[in-house]
């Protein structure tokens, strides 16, 4: 395959490369070689209008015809073969293990919901008719689903594959019904356009109206601007900072029709380490924590950011063991050059707050790599600073000592949304480790117990979601099976002939 | 029972009378006997504060007793036998029969609800852990759901017990374990009241923290502010106009947390009529809509409004016993005198508007009472003026006269979201019928099939909602035992040890 640069709408690959850009290989620190073009906003335009033409057949499609288109989609991805993996870790200087593993994960992400839909994509709800009824008859009502129409979509920054151009919010709406306007991430085009390759070569083979899908390339705000306040626009899928996240929210809010927006944007992922937990496995705790913190170089959206625990005489024991795992990471790359530069800002930045102690930092190494940092403070600095309570991305932590129980409710009480939390405990932890857990249900949307929270299961009960910044709707899970639910809406069919009625609700 | 004119804080009776305001008996135009008092911001924080307290306890109440909590509130109503009947009849001028209808309808409501948690109030989803998967063990997830916090619900005026104090709304948060701040409509305070006090009964008897429910009673806008800004409302529910709703949705907007908004708003609820059905059943089916139509005076929010065919042979048919069913129709009162003038201007300014004819009137009443109207227009005429889109609170219906099955196509798509449409038709109008149910399911939120919109079964399988303006989440129903799914939210629990597990969750 070879990258064109241009973007793919509806079936047609198009570009005006006067306004072109590059993306950096992120370990080299240099500009890629291939060059995209800025979609203009009649590319957009156009990528829409298809889409919503594209509904009209795509909305209809047997299920088990939309499973197929899944699964053809995952078989062209594996078809793409080193050159995808090449070319992801380029962009994003992850290792191609990673890479690997993140495409297995997309591929069966696809499948999960391919399944899904062969099993039958929704379980209806039948209420009989009963003439007889007094004072008045019973009608004879059933309840389906159907999908909201075009979504747009915007890629993540840290998952090129599976939060991306055919991650999971791409194949929760097309398994649910509904053409996709993706909006590539600036910092991993090629990966975007090799992936776009794939499921155009899909909608050939299943023989799909090319609308279904169109990949926007971009550096420029107004594309996704015009995205998402765009009238045959009825879903927005976006994975990234709070900052960027609430911009779009706030477009959003403007448009005349009020439509779902996803929106997963911050997590501290707050660790909850009980006192026999402490006493009994400090060191090894500390050593999984490090490690858990260092997955993807700290750029996992479930990094453990926060770890918390009353102060005692075996405090001294965990800190000195995850000082020292930090002291022996090495320094890695990030993502991209200027998110390096904001992560390092950052770590300055709690460096000059007082009462916030820099406890250990990994090893240094070239300008444009980053090293870990374990920071420590207590909860009246904590109070103090509501920068602490935000996402660092990247390898950073804070220790939070606490004084007493007291300030652990009051700890629980300050904390805003998150993705996750996890409970470090042992038995005879039990009753602290319910009094933590009835609190903290509600301020995450999955709560752990003796895991790290890294590594998101892709399954029928996973949760990834919460309440805000977490998500933007924390009614919702960007991970998983169900994950179909936000692209779909109830529909109830009155007293209607069998002939009428979707396949599921017939008699 | 007595009025009190009080504000209910949290089991507590307030109220400063200096603001004090009183609703009007709706069929005699003038003023009621009681005087209410307008909350203070004082009263309405306390009332928000107290709810965001007893959520704390509320939340963790077995499902059990959140059960016996709602059916002793129907008993309490109940119990309020024929006072609570003339009250909301003086107040929103409906009948006795209607009102008793009503009261069954909410009584079997907070049933219906009770029945789902003494069944198990959700399905949970298991994942078994696989410690021997590759390349990683799999842990032990369980999806459960969590209740949102405290929820702010605003009465409707045309349904004073099903969707106003202990309405559909109100009875969902309760069953989903969230506290109410309920905002009485300013219509019918004393009906608020009576089944306030009710509630506040209820409370007492099953021993449950007072601030789960809260009456609000004001005609001040301040205090809908108040409400749906309130950094610990976590949820808003509304009945009533597409202006009201959307100044709410606008301020619900300006939180910077966001939260899901329930407005049901308004809805025209096309009719759809086929060509046998217009040659064999003309006249019945003329005379079934008029009496859907003037079904609460035209104050239902399903009523039907815009009734549409291709024009042929039988269409003068149809408009004949039409427009003599109209014109046997008695004048009537409506909800409040504000709109009935609100009805007859509507009527008035369509009366000037150019291809727009007024076919017949129902018979004068008295100076504050409304007569029905029915119009025929033309789509050349519907596409010029969108105002013949918009919902008329009362007994207006417009036909829509169309060339030819292309019209009718163009007309589908035209339409806004709706509560419900409904297709009038035989079997030989299969294949059109057909081909009207796959572009209308798009529009609506329920699909009828030969029978009339008017009455919203309260049932598993019912969807009341719709694409906006029907609903500001189309995602969701306020009617029938899905609508508990509003005020709840998903939760993963990851590796938790059975104690710390809900009930529902146990292995």
Partial sequence: MSISGKNLIAGEWSGDFTKGFSATNAVKNEPMPEVFADASETEVEQAIARAHQAFASYSQLPAVQRAKFLRTIGEQIVALGDELVEMACAETGLPAMRIQGERGRTVGQLGLFADLLEQGEYQGVFDAADAER???PKPDTRLGYLPLGVVGVFAASNFPLAFSTAGGDTASALAAGCPVVMKAHAAHPGTAELVAQAISKAIELCDIDAGVFSLIQGKNYAIASQIVTHPMVKAVGFTGSERVGMILQQQINQRPEPIPFYGELGSVNPQFIMADKLATEASTLAENLVASLMMGQGQFCTSPGIWSYVKSVDTPVFEQAASAAIAATEAGVMLTPAMAESYKKTVASWQSIDGVELLAQGQSGVAHFTQAALFVTDLTTFKANTVLQEEVFGPCALILRLQDEQELAEFIGLLKGNLTAAIHATDKDMAQSRTVALSVAHKVGRLIYNQMPTGVEVCASMNHGGPFPASTDLR????????????????????????????????
């Fill in 476 to 507: 919702t899970t960007s991970v998983g099976s169900e994950a179909i639910k936000r692209f779909q809406r109830p529909i109830c069919y009155q007293n209607m002939p069998n002939e009428l009625l979707p396949q599921l609700l017939r008699s």
């Fill in 134 to 136: 007094q004072p008045l």
